[in-house]
T-cell receptor
């Protein structure tokens, strides 16, 4: 593993199903983030974590939850997927919450049908 | 209301010429600005940044200019190369302890050989 790894790369999901997007980093970065990218809307922050054990809501948190049990992992869960959650999801990390030069994963393309 | 605006969805330039990508913002609290580059099927990668106390930052072929009075920044790429073809996102951060980047919608740059 080098940097940030997201899994799966892509997924087709039936509406109403539960889904967890995985994100793992090996850089020992304290802060981690989840963004979604939608055509014509840029990247929008869903949830963030400044350090292990803490999480916070971003710009579009509804329908999503996160946990940060340790430094390396930051999973994003959709409890009951809806078609509007069809998007490309990016996990990112920074050494600390003040550093803005984030490292991004390769993304997870999720389609909810 | 969109706080970071990239009004040109796309830009096409010839190899060797200058590429100028523009970004406007509305939030006076933004104090740090970044440009990210994104290739298809990859995560965004950090390109260059500028603090609000500066009006110019240069890194090789890339220069970012900031005009605080106009709430405008631009990214200049000279000379442009075909490998520069990508989507470029402008992002901004306001002061404080929580990292939160606000992204523009992106501009697709195509550099023609």
């Amino acid at each position: 593993i080098a940097g940030i790894t997201q899994a799966p790369t892509s997924q087709i999901l039936a509406a109403g199903r539960r889904m967890t997007l995985r994100c793992t980093q090996d850089m020992r970065h304290n802060a981690m983030y989840w963004y979604r990218q939608d055509l014509g809307l840029g990247l929008r922050l869903i949830h963030y974590s400044n350090t292990a054990g803490t999480t916070g809501k971003g710009e579009v948190p509804d329908g999503y939850s996160v946990s940060r049990a340790n430094t390396d992992d930051f999973p994003l869960t959709l409890a009951s997927a809806v078609p509007s959650q069809t998007s490309v999801y990016f996990c990112a990390s920074t050494p600390d919450s003040l550093n803005t030069e984030a490292f991004f994963g390769q993304g997870t393309r999720l389609t909810v049908v | 209301d969109q706080q970071v605006k990239q009004n040109s969805p796309s830009l096409s330039v010839q190899e060797g010429r200058i590429s100028i990508l523009n970004c406007d913002y509305t939030n006076s609290m933004f104090d740090y600005f970044l440009w990210y580059k994104k290739y298809p099927a990859e995560g965004p990668t950090f390109l260059i940044s500028i603090s609000s106390i500066k009006d110019k930052n240069e890194d090789g072929r890339f220069t970012v200019f900031l005009n605080k009075s106009a709430k405008h920044l631009s990214l200049h790429i000279v000379p442009s190369q075909p490998g520069d073809s990508a989507v470029y996102f402008c992002a901004a951060k306001s002061g404080g302890s929580n990292y939160k980047l606000t992204f523009g919608k992106g501009t697709l740059l195509t550099v023609n050989p």
